[in-house]
């Protein structure tokens, strides 16, 4: 069974940057498409981005495009969310998730079959 495991979240001032990474073991990253959610206090989980097995499909949510960028090393098993000029509104929690699909399609939890633990991400002055 896939396991997800994310890192590189942390204390960032607003305009700043991180680069969250999502460690997958227990199967290969080849065969899955990668989805990226967020979760706020007291909010519904969001979808942010989605990439497909191959990375040559991408999708990203309307609140975070043009600022984060999804990417994904297969050989590494790795798949990382580049966060630029993130603002107060980007803290949650921030998960990696899997589909036993290769492709993405919307950015809906209910797809996605396998979750990492969860990083916490905090934009603050």
């Known amino acids: 069974q896939l396991q997800l495991v994310e890192s590189g979240g942390g204390l960032v001032q607003p305009g700043g940057s991180l680069r969250l990474s999502c460690a997958a073991s227990?199967?290969?990253?080849?065969?899955?498409?990668i989805g990226w959610f967020r979760q706020a206090p007291g909010k519904e989980r969001e979808g942010i981005s989605c990439?497909?097995?191959?990375?040559?499909?991408?999708n990203y949510a309307d609140s975070v495009k043009g600022r984060f960028t999804i990417s994904r090393d297969n050989a590494k098993n790795t798949v990382y969310l580049q966060m630029n000029s993130l603002k107060p509104e980007d803290t949650a929690v921030y998960y990696c998730?899997?589909?036993?699909?290769?492709?993405?399609?919307?950015?809906?939890?209910?797809?996605?079959?396998?979750w990492g633990q969860g990083a916490q991400v905090t934009v603050s002055s």
């Open positions: 998730a899997g589909r036993d699909l290769i492709y993405c399609s919307g950015l809906v939890s209910n797809e996605y079959d396998y």
């Open positions: 227990g199967g290969t990253l080849d065969y899955y498409a």
């Open positions: 990439i497909s097995a191959s990375g040559g499909r991408i």
